[in-house]
C-alpha cells in the first residue's frame, strides 16, 4: 500500500490506550488488504555481541547489518534470560507472573504449571482473528502443546528435546516425517517458511520463524570448509545467510512495502558473551545480568521504516504483542492485562510512547530497568550508566540523590507489578514429588 497514506492512518488514528499499560490502540478499520504482513525472526542464544552492527568485534553480519540500515535498529530491547520465558512472553504479550511461563522447566510433563493454549491467547490467535494467515516455522521447545493449539495454521517443527541440525525426521502440521538420511533442518524449515509465504502472497501472513541457529550443539552448517577451525563463526554466518534469504524473497515477491520484517533473540549468547569495542558484555545466557537478556531488535518496512535510525526507547518482549496487534489492526481481548507497549510509531519513525521502564522474570529472580538504573527481588539497586558492560550496585547508604530517587522510582514500580504475588512456581510441587517417586519405583524394579 502507499505509505503515505498508511502514515496519515496511524497519525490520525489518536493511540487510545486499551488498557493503562499497554498503548495498544486500534488503526481505522481498514482493508484486510492493506493490513501489513508480519515476519519474526527469533534466533537463538544470540545476544547483541554477535552482530556487527551491534559492534561485535568478532563477528561480521552483513545481511543482518543491511537490514537494519534499511530500518531501524533498536538499541535496548530485553528479552528474559533463558528459551522458554521468553517465548511465552512473545506468544502472550503478558508478564511470567501472570502466566506461570516461569522457566524453561515450566512446560515439563511432571506437574510443569506454564500456561496452556486454553488459558492465554497466543499471538497467531489474536491475528488469525484480524484475518491473517499463521505459520510457525522452527524451534517450539519448551513451550507446551504443539504450534497448531497456539493458533497457527501451519507449521514446523522438531519433534526432539535435542539440537536440531542434521536430522532424520521433523514433524510437520502435526505429522512426523521420516527420511532415509540427514537433511540440514534449517534449509528445511527455510523452504518450508518461504513456501508458506509464496502460497499467502495475497493476503496478510505472519510468519513466525524461530530458527534454531545459533543453539547448541555447535555443528557444521552446508557451508562449513570441511577443516573449518570455528563451527560457532559458521553457524552465525549461516543465521546471518538465512536473514538474507528472508529478506529477498519478500523483496522478490514485491512485497518489502507491506511487510514488516522484524528479527530478534531469545536470549543472550550462550556461556559467555563477546566484546563489543574492546569491552566485555556483563553477563550470558541464563544470568540476570545484561548479557543474558539484551537482545538485537531490527524492523524493517519499506517505505515506512526511517533508513537506518538507532532507537535507544527500552523495549521488552511483552512489547511485540501489542505492536503486532496493533499492525494487524486486531481487537485486543479486554478481560487480561497485557503488559506491552506498542512500538508501532517508531516503526514509522514517530515518537510513540517509549517505556519507561522494562521489566525481565525468570523463575523467582526479576527486576525492573530504567535507562540508567535497575532494581532485582531483593531490592539491589544498580547504576546502569556503563551497561551493558559494567553494572554498579549502588550501596544502600548512598547519599547521592539522583540514586535515591531512582531506588523510589524502582520500588514503587515493583510494588505495584507485585510479582511475588503472581504465579511462582514452575512446576507442581505434589506432581513433582509423585513424579520422582514414579521415577524411583522404576529404578527399583529394574
Ligand atoms: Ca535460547
Not at 294 to 322: E, H, M, Q, Y
Not at 390 to 395: A, S
Request: aromatic share 10%; hydrophobic share 35%.
Amino acid at each position: 500500500m502507499n505509505s503515505w497514506t498508511r502514515r496519515d492512518l496511524l497519525k490520525t488514528a489518536g493511540w487510545a490506550g486499551a488498557s493503562a499499560l499497554t498503548g495498544l490502540s486500534s488503526l481505522p478499520a481498514a482493508d484486510l488488504s492493506k493490513k501489513p504482513n508480519i515476519v519474526f525472526i527469533l534466533s537463538d542464544d544470540a545476544g547483541i555481541d554477535l552482530f556487527s552492527c551491534y559492534g561485535s568485534d568478532r563477528f561480521k553480519t552483513p545481511q543482518i547489518d543491511a537490514l537494519a540500515g534499511e530500518g531501524v535498529r533498536f538499541q535496548t530491547c530485553h528479552s528474559a534470560p533463558l528459551c522458554g520465558p521468553t517465548r511465552c512472553l512473545f506468544l502472550t504479550g503478558r508478564y511470567a507472573f501472570r502466566t506461570g511461563g516461569l522457566t524453561n522447566q515450566s512446560w515439563n510433563a511432571a506437574g510443569g504449571m506454564g500456561p496452556n493454549s486454553s488459558q492465554e491467547i497466543g499471538i497467531a490467535k489474536l491475528l488469525k482473528q484480524a484475518g491473517y494467515a499463521t505459520c510457525c516455522a522452527g524451534k517450539w521447545r519448551q513451550v507446551g502443546e504443539t504450534p497448531g493449539d497456539w493458533g497457527f495454521d501451519e507449521w514446523i517443527t522438531d519433534p526432539t528435546a535435542g539440537g536440531w541440525y542434521w536430522q532424520k525426521s521433523y514433524t510437520q502440521n502435526g505429522k512426523l516425517v521420516e527420511l532415509d538420511k540427514e537433511v540440514y533442518c534449517p534449509d528445511v524449515v527455510h523452504d518450508f517458511a518461504m513456501d508458506f509465504i509464496r502460497r499467502h502472497d495475497k493476503e496478510p501472513f505472519f510468519l513466525y520463524y524461530p530458527t534454531h541457529l545459533v543453539h547448541g550443539p555447535i555443528l557444521r552448517t552446508p557451508d562449513s570448509a570441511a577443516d573449518s577451525k570455528d563451527l560457532y563463526a559458521d553457524n552465525v554466518a549461516y543465521l546471518d545467510k538465512v536473514v538474507g534469504k528472508v529478506v529477498a524473497e519478500v523483496d522478490r515477491l514485491g512485497l518489502g512495502k507491506n511487510t514488516v520484517i522484524l528479527f530478534s533473540g531469545d536470549n543472550g549468547t550462550a556461556k559467555q558473551s563477546g566484546t563489543i569495542g574492546g569491552r566485555q558484555v556483563n553477563g550470558a545466557k541464563a544470568s540476570m545480568w545484561e548479557g543474558g537478556t539484551r537482545v538485537p531488535l531490527i524492523a524493517r518496512w519499506s517505505g515506512n521504516t526511517p533508513k537506518g535510525k538507532v532507537i535507544k526507547d527500552l523495549v521488552d518482549f511483552s512489547d511485540l504483542f501489542v505492536t503486532f496487534g496493533e499492525l494487524a489492526d486486531a481487537k485486543l481481548p479486554e478481560d487480561r492485562v497485557y503488559d506491552g507497549r506498542s512500538f508501532a510509531p517508531q516503526l514509522l519513525g514517530k515518537t510513540g510512547k517509549p517505556r519507561e521502564w522494562i521489566f525481565v522474570q525468570l523463575g523467582k529472580q526479576w527486576y525492573v530497568k530504567e535507562q540508567g538504573w535497575k532494581m532485582n527481588q531483593n531490592g539491589d539497586l544498580y547504576d546502569m550508566k556503563e551497561a551493558p558492560f559494567e553494572e554498579r550496585l549502588v550501596p544502600a547508604d548512598t547519599q547521592n540523590e539522583a540514586a535515591a530517587a531512582a531506588r523510589k522510582r524502582l520500588q514503587a514500580i515493583l510494588a505495584r507489578l507485585n510479582p511475588a504475588g503472581g504465579k511462582t512456581e514452575s512446576i507442581d510441587p505434589k506432581a513433582a514429588a509423585q513424579g520422582k517417586k514414579a521415577k524411583q519405583n522404576k529404578k527399583k524394579k529394574l
